[in-house]
């Protein structure tokens, strides 16, 4: 378990996680309940974190079924929607990395991080502008 988090299927075949320390819980939770298996959505979340951390935004938020995941130059905050609200505060380089084996989980292949990115980018009408962090050769 690298760095506390792991991303597997279960049975069933959807995506679980699990933590070692508990710290990671609340952002992986939000991944695999919130995103599910729609990867563009990771890109999402890695973009809105782009949006305030080069001054383009102030605060960008992003809300699923489980959590809301707001992001400000100090850092990724993920709240629960459930009856027990509780946060979680991520520095923005933990959640950039968690957000990013999360994507690789669910795209292992260049062809399928490639596939994801189009959609990103035909859904948004613009180019991604975190190519870079998706390690892609073109």
């Known amino acids: 378990m690298q760095d506390g988090i792991e991303f597997q299927r279960n049975q069933y075949g959807a995506p679980s996680v699990a ?3 508990g710290h990671f819980r609340a952002l992986g939770s939000q991944l695999v309940s919130d995103i599910q298996t729609y990867a563009p959505d990771c890109l999402e979340l890695l973009q809105c974190i782009d ?3 080069s001054g383009r935004s102030a605060y960008e938020e992003f809300e699923g079924n489980s959590a809301v995941v707001r992001c400000t130059p100090d850092g990724v905050t993920v709240e629960s929607l459930g009856p027990v609200p509780s946060g979680t505060t991520y520095t923005v380089d933990e959640a950039r990395d968690v957000i990013l084996r999360y994507f690789d989980f669910l795209a292992p292949s260049p062809a ?4 994801h990115l189009a959609t990103w980018e035909g859904e948004n009408g613009r180019p991604f502008p975190g190519r870079a962090l998706l390690r892609l050769t073109d």
Not at 112 to 115: F, Y
Request: hydrophobic letters at 10%; charged letters at 60%; glycine letters at 0%.
């Open 19 to 21: 933590t070692r320390n």
């Open 51 to 53: 949006d305030v951390t």
């Open 112 to 115: 399928e991080k490639k596939r």
